[in-house]
T-cell receptor
Framework: DAGVIQSPRHEVTEMGQEVTLRCKPISGHDYLFWYRQTMMRGLELLIYFNNNVPIDDSGMPEDRFSAKMPNASFSTLKIQPSEPRDSAVYFC????????????FGQGTRLTVV | LAKTTQPISMDSYEGQEVNITCSHNNIATNDYITWYQQFPSQGPRFIIQGYKTKVTNEVASLFIPADRKSSTLSLPRVSLSDTAVYYCLVGGVHQGTASKLTFGTGTRLQVTL
């Protein structure tokens, strides 16, 4: 398996623009997580899905952020409108475990909002 | 919410055994203890997971005392390539309910010759 695939790897956008990050989880995994990493705040869980259904989105910072999982092989994280403080590395991870947290992370998307 | 506490940084020489301890005083009955490794510009990578006692794999060992309020990740004979940030994570994903899957600040391990 190719692992968790995220795209794009790097994104530079202007403040106010819409940004869409994409994730393809490992086939057969039924949990998908979105994390954000910054120097100041470390790794933060934004939202996670189980069987394509959002279970906990309490980590989503504000209404400008939204995430969808239309099917088992694809998820998006959208920021609209983007702001400079959204600049971070966004990771997607997937897991097949019903107990515990053995998750596999993608390479991340480095987002820069100028 | 199971909060974890780890040392911010550790230094070691190549070839030594490194033990990183994590405190999680309010761990819940259903929580597992999981350790991840992260290199710069990469996503975290799963190292080992356990519930109680001792777990060993080809990479590391995890020691968990009976009260489960702490755990120790043991890396045998570290090399320069083990220089990374190590995260202790406590929690679990359960059908319909979940504890917060929160990463702490991690321990930055620096291995030198």
């Amino acid at each position: 398996d190719a692992g968790v695939i995220q795209s794009p790897r790097h994104e530079v956008t202007e403040m106010g623009q819409e940004v869409t990050l994409r994730c393809k989880p490992i086939s057969g995994h039924d949990y998908l997580f979105w994390y954000r990493q910054t120097m100041m705040r470390g790794l933060e869980l934004l939202i996670y899905f189980n069987n394509n259904v959002p279970i906990d989105d309490s980590g989503m910072p504000e209404d400008r952020f939204s995430a969808k999982m239309p099917n088992a092989s694809f998820s998006t994280l959208k920021i609209q409108p983007s702001e400079p403080r959204d600049s971070a590395v966004y990771f997607c991870a997937s897991s097949s475990r019903d107990w515990g947290i053995e998750a596999f992370f993608g390479q991340g998307t480095r987002l820069t909002v100028v | 919410l199971a909060k974890t506490t780890q040392p911010i940084s550790m230094d070691s020489y190549e070839g030594q055994e490194v033990n990183i301890t994590c405190s999680h005083n309010n761990i819940a009955t259903n929580d597992y203890i999981t350790w991840y490794q992260q290199f710069p510009s990469q996503g975290p990578r799963f190292i080992i997971q356990g519930y109680k006692t001792k777990v060993t794999n080809e990479v590391a060992s995890l020691f968990i005392p009976a009260d489960r309020k702490s755990s120790t990740l043991s890396l045998p004979r570290v090399s320069l390539s083990d220089t990374a940030v190590y995260y202790c994570l406590v929690g679990g994903v359960h059908q319909g309910t979940a504890s917060k899957l929160t990463f702490g600040t991690g321990t930055r391990l620096q291995v030198t010759l």
